[in-house]
């Protein structure tokens, strides 16, 4: 992980599958490439891509262009931005664009945007025609990293977040980093949140790198494609060994027991972004580790310093807003989808880069750790 990256080709990470491997290819100027590349996985194949308002207005006419070129039809149906999109109403009425776009089995959605549209337009795809194949095209780091790969797709229910859903894997995922040039600083922090929990999580060594290279991966230089690649290899070899999160995919989730909650606490808007609460669940799992004993405190710390000095949120007091309390977290870490059976399963951590999966967790302790945090 420590070894100096290297601009040049794009680099191609393989996720096995039995029977479904598909790539994600990593690199600059890649969207120039989509018309070409979807017209070598599925000749003949039309398309509808999916998108926000957003990517819309920056990388529709780029998207259409490539794919006209490569004599690929296709239409568009562009939605709002944002986690509020991630409902059933907007499901409803993305299936049933697609649907009037006469989309057929035999051809393809392209999800055009960050983990919200990745998320939408992928369960949208595994429920139209009983499942119809669909490309990734993530335009954030957030989804470059984690999002676009793996095949969780799927809404949000009022009563917490992505408890709807499917398995649909992509077919390709397509990770041009030159999209992430006109992110907001902001959005962007958000996203290294996913890019940081894989070294936290399980690789030492890349969390060290990360903590002396950080400043190259958000100015665009080929440490960007290495943090991305390294990323993605890590998820595809942990979804190649449990597709469906029956065993250690779950270690994915490091931070995210405590993220889901706090924003569904904060009602799903732009005051959290995704990637903002898994920081604040990370060092929220590492100081819970430390308090039980499982980890030191000066790991517990390293942690929550290399994020602030990012400048991602490590508090619940750095939410916005009113700030929910130890009862009202309980109720929404309750409906998190590891919770089996009433108990309460975490991702904690012996130290950096040693996670494990922590079953029958005692609500009590949680809700006396949560008090404490909140003080």
């Known amino acids: 992980m420590t070894l100096q990256p290297r601009a040049g080709d794009p680099i191609i990470v393989d996720v096995a599958l039995a029977g479904r491997s598909y790539d994600i290819v990593i690199g600059r100027g890649l969207l120039e490439e989509l018309g070409e590349r979807i017209a070598a996985l599925r000749p003949g194949a039309r398309v509808a891509i999916v998108t926000d308002e957003v990517v819309a207005a920056q990388h529709l006419a780029q ?6 070129k ?10 709002p931005a944002g986690e509020a999109s991630k409902s059933y109403a907007v499901f409803e009425r993305v299936c049933e664009d697609v ?7 035999g051809d393809l959605i392209v999800a055009l945007g960050g983990g919200v549209i990745g998320d939408l ?3 949208v795809a595994s429920a139209l025609r009983r499942g119809i194949d669909f490309v990734q095209v993530p335009t954030t780091l957030l989804a470059q990293v984690d ?18 859903g499917a398995f649909h894997q992509p077919i390709l995922v397509l990770a041009d980093t030159s999209l992430l040039d006109t992110l907001p600083l902001r959005i962007m922090r958000a996203g290294y949140a996913e890019v940081a929990k894989y070294g936290l999580l399980g690789d030492a060594d890349f969390f060290a790198w990360l903590e002396a290279n950080w400043r190259d991966v958000f100015a665009g230089s080929a440490a960007r494609e290495h943090a991305i690649a390294v990323s993605c290899r890590m998820k595809a070899q942990i979804v190649a060994r449990d597709e469906r999160e029956t065993g250690d995919r779950a ?17 799903f808007s732009d005051r959290l972004y995704h990637g903002e609460a898994i920081s604040i669940g990370m060092v929220l799992a590492f100081a819970f580790s430390a308090r039980r004993g499982l980890c030191t405190p000066a790991d517990a710390e390293r942690a ?12 619940i007091a750095d939410i916005p807003g009113e700030t929910p309390n130890a009862d009202r977290l309980i109720e929404l870490i309750g409906q998190d989808k590891k919770v089996k059976r009433g108990r309460l399963t975490f991702i904690l951590v012996h130290g950096i880069g040693r996670s494990f999966i922590a079953p029958d967790i005692d609500v009590r302790d949680v809700h006396d750790f949560l008090i404490e945090q909140l003080r």
């Open 121 to 123: 337009a992928g369960f």
């Open 304 to 315: 929550a310093k290399h994020l602030a000095a990012v400048g991602l949120p490590t508090r």
């Open 147 to 164: 999002s676009s790969v793996g095949g969780k797709t799927g809404i949000n229910s009022r009563h917490g977040k992505n408890l709807v």
């Open 99 to 105: 649907i009037a776009a006469r989309i057929e089995r």
């Open 70 to 79: 490569a004599g690929i039809a296709s239409s568009r149906v562009i939605v």
């Open 63 to 68: 998207a259409e262009a490539s794919l006209a």
């Open 251 to 267: 270690l994915l989730n490091l931070g995210h027991t405590f993220g889901h909650a706090l924003e569904a606490a904060a009602g």
